[in-house]
């Protein structure tokens, strides 16, 4: 019993005077390990139905395995690029058209180019896509400007292909979220509802002014945090504390709203 108290004290999170858990190495560390044991993370032996494992052989070059990386993180992510384009030119055009345009920038060099960089232009690139195919060919419909989806591919490419850490990604979850962070870590207020989304903010189709400003957010939390906890924190590993711990716990972000208001 005493044993298992003890994995119990190791194991539970370091919180605030909020009871939400600190940006601290060991929180980061329980995420980690709470992450590799779960079924719905571990990677497939299946090739065809594994993002990490195509991108672990580098940037892809063939169409087909570009389409499957696009087709992977729009569905595993929930980014709807699939609902995108479904006019024209057909049903889940706004993934082709986003490979097409992805594609384009591998073979001109311009895509690791830009990742090696942590280039924020080429995040309005692709979340612009669509957009910009419907505008070239006459056909121009109001579709979504896909910034979550940008950021993300953008990120795991980075990660996966490059062994890198140059985007932090943009979801549901962060951009809830994210307003408590900066005002404990950093004391900015970007709450604007009850939901406490930091959409508005950034989210206005501007560009890379949009991601520039997002990503300085993040990185100021990070800096502050390094001097409070004395650990450097990545990208990955702040997208994964925050993902895991909050997603689908409404009570945890209504929390958060509550130490703000």
Same mark, same amino acid.
């Given at each position: %019993?005493?044993?298992?108290?003890?994995?119990?004290?190791? %194991?539970?999170?370091? &919180?605030?005077?909020?009871?939400?858990?600190?940006?601290?190495? $060991?929180?980061?560390?329980?995420?980690?390990?709470?992450?590799?044991?779960?079924?719905?993370?571990?990677?497939?032996?299946?090739?065809?139905? =594994?993002?990490? %494992?195509?991108?672990?052989?580098?940037?892809?070059? @063939?169409?087909?395995? *570009?389409?499957? &990386? &696009?087709?992977?993180?729009? $569905?595993? =992510?929930?980014?709807?690029?699939?609902?995108?384009?479904?006019?024209?030119?057909?049903?889940?055009?706004?993934?082709?058209?986003? #490979?097409?345009?992805?594609?384009?920038?591998?073979?001109?060099?311009?895509?690791?180019?830009?990742?090696?960089?942590?280039? &924020?232009?080429?995040?309005?690139?692709? #979340?612009?896509?669509?957009? /910009?195919?419907? $505008?070239?060919?006459?056909?121009?419909?109001?579709?979504?400007? =896909?910034?979550?989806?940008?950021?993300?591919?953008?990120?795991?490419?980075? *990660?996966?292909?490059?062994? %890198?850490?140059?985007?932090?990604?943009?979801?549901?979850?962060?951009?809830?979220?994210?307003?408590?962070?900066?005002?404990?870590? *950093?004391? !900015? @207020?970007?709450?604007?509802?009850? =939901?406490?989304?930091?959409?508005?903010?950034?989210?206005?189709?501007?560009?890379?002014?949009? +991601?520039?400003?997002?990503?300085?957010?993040?990185?100021?939390?990070?800096?502050? #945090?390094?001097?409070?906890?004395?650990?450097?924190?990545? +990208? @990955?590993?702040?997208?994964?504390?925050?993902?895991?711990?909050? !997603?689908?716990?409404?009570?945890?972000?209504?929390?958060? +709203? /509550?130490?703000?208001?």
């Amino acid at each position: %019993m005493k044993d298992v108290l003890n994995l119990r004290e190791v %194991m539970s999170f370091e &919180v605030d005077e909020n009871g939400l858990p600190t940006l601290c190495q $060991k929180n980061f560390a329980i995420i980690d390990l709470l992450i590799s044991n779960d079924s719905n993370y571990r990677k497939s032996d299946n090739r065809d139905e =594994n993002y990490e %494992m195509i991108l672990s052989e580098g940037i892809p070059t @063939k169409s087909e395995d *570009i389409k499957k &990386v &696009v087709k992977l993180i729009d $569905k595993q =992510n929930s980014t709807h690029l699939s609902s995108e384009g479904q006019k024209y030119p057909k049903k889940n055009g706004g993934r082709e058209i986003t #490979a097409n345009k992805i594609e384009k920038m591998i073979e001109s060099g311009e895509l690791e180019k830009s990742l090696i960089n942590g280039d &924020v232009e080429i995040i309005h690139k692709i #979340a612009n896509a669509v957009n /910009e195919y419907h $505008k070239e060919n006459n056909n121009y419909l109001c579709s979504k400007y =896909n910034f979550s989806f940008a950021t993300k591919f953008c990120a795991y490419t980075s *990660i996966f292909a490059l062994e %890198m850490d140059n985007y932090c990604i943009y979801d549901n979850v962060v951009s809830k979220v994210l307003p408590y962070y900066a005002k404990m870590y *950093i004391d !900015k @207020k970007y709450w604007n509802n009850r =939901n406490g989304k930091i959409t508005s903010e950034f989210i206005n189709r501007k560009g890379k002014e949009d +991601y520039s400003n997002y990503r300085q957010v993040i990185d100021e939390i990070l800096a502050s #945090a390094k001097v409070k906890h004395g650990y450097e924190i990545s +990208y @990955k590993e702040f997208d994964n504390l925050l993902w895991y711990y909050f !997603k689908g716990e409404p009570s945890r972000l209504n929390k958060a +709203y /509550e130490a703000l208001n």
